[in-house]
C-alpha cells in the first residue's frame, strides 16, 4: 500500500520557523492546502496523527475541523502518538479527538511499537491495503 504525508497544517499561518523566521508566504500555504485535500479525496483514510505527550491542541481542533470538511467520503482515522509505557490521554482530549474521528481515537508509540498493530488493524477494516486493480491483486 502507499503512504501519503502531506504537509503539516498550519491554519494560522504564523508559525515560527525555528530560526525566527515566520512560515512560507500565504500562496504557499494554499498550495500545500490544495494538495493535501486532492491526497486526502484520493485516499482510501485519511490519519489525523495527534501529540499524546501534549493533548488535544486547539489547533488540533482546527486540524480536525479542516479534515472533516475536505475529506469527503474518506474514512478519518485519529490517533494519538507517544503513548508509550501505557500512557493514557484525558477524557477531555480525547473527547476532542473523538469528534473528528471515523476510527479511534487510538493510542500508539511510534518509537515503542505500541497500538501500532490496532491502528494497522483499522487501516485494514477501511481497505486501505486492499489492492487496487486485479493486476495488484494476482499472485
Known amino acids: 500500500f502507499d503512504v501519503v504525508d502531506t504537509p503539516g497544517l498550519e491554519l494560522d499561518g504564523n508559525r515560527e520557523a525555528d530560526d525566527g523566521q515566520r512560515g512560507a508566504s500565504p500562496e504557499l500555504g494554499e498550495a500545500l492546502f490544495r494538495a493535501a485535500g486532492r491526497e486526502i479525496l484520493e485516499a482510501d483514510a485519511a490519519l489525523l496523527l495527534l501529540d499524546g505527550a501534549v493533548g488535544a491542541t486547539g489547533a488540533d ?60 488493524e483499522a487501516l485494514l477494516g477501511l481497505g486501505a491495503c486492499a489492492p487496487r486493480t486485479a493486476e495488484a491483486a494476482a499472485p
Open 61 to 120: 481542533d482546527d486540524a480536525g475541523r479542516w479534515l472533516r470538511r475536505h475529506a469527503g467520503a474518506t474514512p478519518r482515522v485519529v490517533a494519538f502518538n507517544k503513548c508509550e509505557d501505557g500512557r493514557e490521554v484525558s477524557a477531555a482530549d480525547w473527547a476532542a479527538a473523538a469528534k473528528h474521528a471515523d476510527v479511534g481515537p487510538l493510542l500508539v508509540s511510534a518509537l515503542h511499537g505500541d497500538g501500532l498493530p490496532d491502528l494497522a
